[in-house]
């Protein structure tokens, strides 16, 4: 769910800066610092530079350009429908919500500097110094090392899930995240390798971002968190990386990357190698008529987030950790092109796989406007909606269901 449109913006990789207390700007070329910044970057690392970074200014206005540009030329209009599909039906977004222009536009507003993995070129937006703008190029400077000995592109493209490449992506730039404050740190005579309370500090400032980004502060939760999960559960994961592992974390998370989301909030488990479980997933009924559009897992973080939107996060988050696999599947009739919903989860236990069904039934409550319920059990839901028929499901650990099907569908059973 939307992980490619993610992995191909994230070469807009610090829009967060400002979770931290930036350095006042300098008076000089905004370039004068870069060599130090990359000496800095290698010691803290020990990563060596292997070939000079290529940097330049660019106009927020051409910005935008750019960036849609790029949207047209990674993503196909198909890609993208059914990206917004998913979002839609599982409820994360609601049905007006337009994918395309909402990022650009948070792009927009966000960035003071980019790396561009495909010219191998960094990018200042708008020369004129500001607070954050050298913070925000030692950021982009991780990525072009990070880039020149683990070819970054390659990496995030490489994430066999969509919730292993949210991962990636949260390795990348969790580690340029630490990277630049530690540096910030380091100008006041501070560290977050030998004070890890500070790293906590910093993440707790986070909700701040809300009035310095006006856009990021309307758009959906779902699309909020994915945007900030990378920056903040990222810091999260490196800092206990950098605590375990010390300067050899830095290559390790590359060569050895967590699988999924579920690892980088819970680093522990990436330690142990805690691996997800595929959930069998329901038979949608008269399947013929149907033809698959999209394969996508639904993560930790996904399921947090959802069960968040439509109850609250003291006990979202919580029992979100108790995942162990999910996934969706989306079919599209072949005839007049009503989209079905297959989704199955799995829990570590049948008492949680009870409470995240209790939660899926405020999640069918509350996507759509009118719901009404036919068969209403402590193990089965079944119903009529906006979007067509439900059948929802709780089978031992398992939570299943298949959303929109036609009237005819009604009394179906699930396997």
């Not at 719901?371 to 009529?384: A, D, H, M, P, T």
């Amino acid at each position: 769910m939307m992980r490619k449109y993610l992995a191909v913006l994230a070469l807009l990789a610090a829009a967060f800066t400002a979770l931290g207390q930036a350095p006042a700007p300098a008076a000089e070329s905004p370039f004068a610092s870069i060599q130090e910044h990359i000496d800095d970057l290698s010691r803290i690392t020990g990563l060596k530079p292997l070939r000079k970074v290529q940097c330049d200014t660019i106009g927020r206005a051409e910005l935008r350009k750019f960036l849609e540009q790029r949207v047209r030329e990674e993503i196909k209009p198909e890609e993208l429908r059914i990206e917004e599909l998913a979002l839609k039906k599982l409820g994360l977004v609601p049905p007006d919500f337009h994918l395309a222009a909402t990022m650009v536009d948070l792009m927009t507003e966000q960035a003071e500097a980019f790396y561009d993995y495909r010219r191998k070129k960094l990018f200042l937006v708008e020369a004129d110094p500001t607070p954050m703008q050298q913070p925000a190029l030692f950021h982009e400077l991780a990525h072009a090392l990070a880039d020149q000995h683990f070819q970054l592109e390659k990496f995030i493209r490489r994430g066999k899930t969509d919730d292993s490449s949210l991962a990636r992506l949260a390795v990348m730039e969790g580690q340029a995240t630490w990277l630049m404050y530690e540096w910030m740190a380091g100008k006041a005579g501070q560290s977050l390798r030998k004070q890890p309370g500070l790293a906590h500090m910093l993440l707790s400032r986070s909700d701040s971002l809300m009035g310095q980004y006006p856009i990021l502060g309307t758009v959906p939760l779902y699309l909020r968190a994915s945007l900030l999960f990378p920056y903040t559960e990222g810091l999260r994961f490196q800092q206990a990386v950098v605590a375990k592992l010390g300067e050899a974390g830095f290559t390790e998370v590359f060569r050895n990357p967590p699988a999924n989301s579920q690892q980088i909030m819970h680093p522990e488990k990436y330690f142990a190698g805690v691996t997800a479980v595929e959930p069998k997933l329901p038979a949608v009924p008269d399947a013929g008529r149907y033809r698959e559009i999209a394969d996508a897992t639904v993560g930790e973080f996904d399921h947090a987030i959802l069960l968040e939107q439509y109850g609250d996060k003291d006990t979202a988050r919580p029992l979100a950790e108790h995942w162990r696999g999910g996934k969706i599947r989306l079919f599209e009739d072949k005839k007049d092109k009503r989209v079905v919903l297959a989704y199955a989860s799995l829990w570590d236990s049948e008492e949680n796989a009870r409470k995240v069904f209790a939660g899926y039934k405020r999640v069918l409550e509350g996507k759509w406007k009118k719901v009404s319920f036919i068969q209403n059990s402590g193990s089965r839901l079944e119903g009529v909606a906006d979007d067509g028929v439900f059948v929802t499901e709780l089978d031992g650990r398992r939570v299943i269901s298949v959303e929109g099907l036609p009237i005819a569908a009604r009394s179906a059973k699930l396997n």
